[in-house]
T-cell receptor, first 112, second 113 residues
Framework: GNSVTQMEGPVTLSEEAFLTINCTYT??????LFWYVQYPGEGLQLLLK?????DKGSNKGFEATYRKETTSFHLEKGSVQVSDSAVYFC???????????FGRGTSLIVHP | DAGVIQSPRHEVTEMGQEVTLRCKPI?????LFWYRQTMMRGLELLIY????????DSGMPEDRFSAKMPNASFSTLKIQPSEPRDSAVYFC???????????FGDGTRLSIL
């Protein structure tokens, strides 16, 4: 079956530091890949997505590249802000199944 | 465009009481999902509907949980009787299916005393 593995958190950074959150996946076909963000007290919201190999998704300064050869979709941001503190979920969705597979989430804490 | 709307946002009740959570999906979305989120188990899919029909309820923890979708704009998740271990945040999400992203509501924070 499909699976998504994310790095354990929390990730603690100072403002303006570089961020990487690792995500690797296992899928039987050719999934679409997503990063969702959950701010305190809110639901998950889509941050970015990529639908095929070598696609780069980007939004709000965050980027992730769909790497089929390494089955990875790592999230990066060049300079984090305190307002980026949240939980980040990596997820995949395949055409044959309408049930997305989520990772366990990685908490990011950014200090001023 | 309104997002997914859940009510209530918070619910505190005593063990043994019936709890009903409500969800209004985004108009035009054919798929509706109910999730439960806890620190211990993370995000768990409980059940999902396609065109108002339950497709997979294998995540529903036990017979105390039931879900309905009487029309395209409304769904309920009911727990009867409730137990303290049901305390969690319950999310509803909708999507247009396939490889499209899900849109989540802000959740219902449920506390069973």
């Amino acid at each position: 079956g499909n699976s998504v593995t994310q790095m354990e958190g929390p990730v603690t950074l100072s403002e303006e530091a570089f961020l990487t959150i690792n995500c690797t996946y296992t899928a039987t076909g050719y999934p679409s890949l997503f990063w969702y963000v959950q701010y305190p007290g809110e639901g998950l919201q889509l941050l970015l997505k990529a639908t095929k190999a070598d696609d780069k998704g980007s939004n709000k300064g965050f980027e992730a590249t769909y790497r089929k050869e390494t089955t990875s979709f790592h999230l990066e941001k060049g300079s984090v802000q305190v307002s980026d503190s949240a939980v980040y979920f990596c997820a995949l969705s395949e055409g044959g199944s309408y049930i997305p597979t989520f990772g366990r989430g990685t908490s990011l804490i950014v200090h001023p | 465009d309104a997002g997914v709307i859940q009510s209530p946002r918070h619910e505190v009740t005593e063990m043994g009481q019936e709890v009903t959570l409500r969800c209004k999906p985004i108009s035009g979305h054919d798929y509706l999902f109910w999730y439960r989120q806890t620190m211990m188990r993370g995000l768990e899919l409980l059940i999902y509907f396609n065109n108002n029909v339950p497709i997979d309820d294998s995540g529903m923890p036990e017979d105390r949980f039931s879900a309905k979708m009487p029309n395209a704009s409304f769904s309920t998740l009911k727990i009867q009787p409730s137990e303290p271990r049901d305390s969690a945040v319950y999310f509803c999400a909708s999507s247009s299916g396939g490889q499209q992203p899900q849109h989540f509501g802000d959740g219902t924070r449920l506390s069973i005393l």
